[in-house]
């Protein structure tokens, strides 16, 4: 089955600077590659998702980068605000639907005022 | 994309009580969701799927007589935590194939 890695586990950042967050997958038939933000007690907020047929997609503040050769993908925040303060998980799936997500193990992003 | 409200937010029950928790997709008929479990201060674990008029499929480690599944229509699925214990209490969310989350269920077993 699909095997999902994420990086850092925690990451603290000044306000206005950039964060990064990286994901490997393992199974090269994933297609599909969402991100969520997830605030104490609440369910998952999806941010920003990612087709394997694309290497990049960009909504305002948040990107997200795509490499299937070397199955990776990272979420870039940039201009962080002390909003943007949560656990945000990447996830994988194949199966166009039909299959659950896959999730990373979360990293705890800390926004420095 | 598509709304999924899941119900209740939270519930308390006593070990060996059962509890249903609901998750309904308020604007897309869904023949498929996905029940996660999540333990405090880790990631999200796919449980099962239900399929609208037939049986769901459990992932590997879940015990299909624990934790029933029934997807009776096209916008109701259901959970139940059967002869719940203190290990049970965990965050219970579903998704339907959006992979739009419900806001879940925070399950307390004392």
């Known amino acids: 089955g699909e095997n999902v890695e994420q990086h850092p586990s925690t990451l603290s950042v000044q306000e206005g600077d950039s964060a990064v967050i990286k994901c490997t997958y393992s199974d090269s038939a994933s297609n599909y590659f969402p991100w969520y933000k997830q605030e104490l007690g609440k369910g998952p907020q999806l941010i920003i998702d990612?087709?394997?047929?694309?290497g990049e997609k960009k909504d305002q503040r948040i990107a997200v980068t795509l490499n299937k050769t070397a199955k990776h993908f990272s979420l870039h925040i940039t201009e962080t605000q002390p909003e943007d303060s949560a656990v945000y998980f990447c996830?994988?799936?194949?199966?166009?639907?039909?299959?659950?997500?896959?999730f990373g193990k979360g990293t705890h992003l800390i926004i420095q005022p | 994309g598509a709304v999924v409200s899941q119900h209740p937010s939270w519930v308390i029950c006593k070990s060996g009580t059962s509890v249903k928790i609901e998750c309904r997709s308020l604007d897309f008929q869904a023949t498929t969701m996905f029940w996660y479990r999540q333990f405090p201060k880790q990631s999200l674990m796919l449980m099962a799927t239900s399929n609208e008029g037939s049986k769901a499929t459990y992932e590997q480690g879940v015990e299909k007589d624990k934790f029933l599944i029934n997807h009776a229509s096209l916008t109701l699925s259901t959970l139940t935590v059967t002869s719940a214990h203190p290990e049970d209490s965990s965050f219970y969310i579903c998704t339907q194939p959006g992979y739009t989350f419900g806001s879940g269920t925070r399950l307390t077993v004392v």
């Open positions: 996830a994988a799936t194949g199966g166009g639907g039909a299959d659950g997500l896959t």
């Open positions: 990612i087709r394997s047929n694309v």
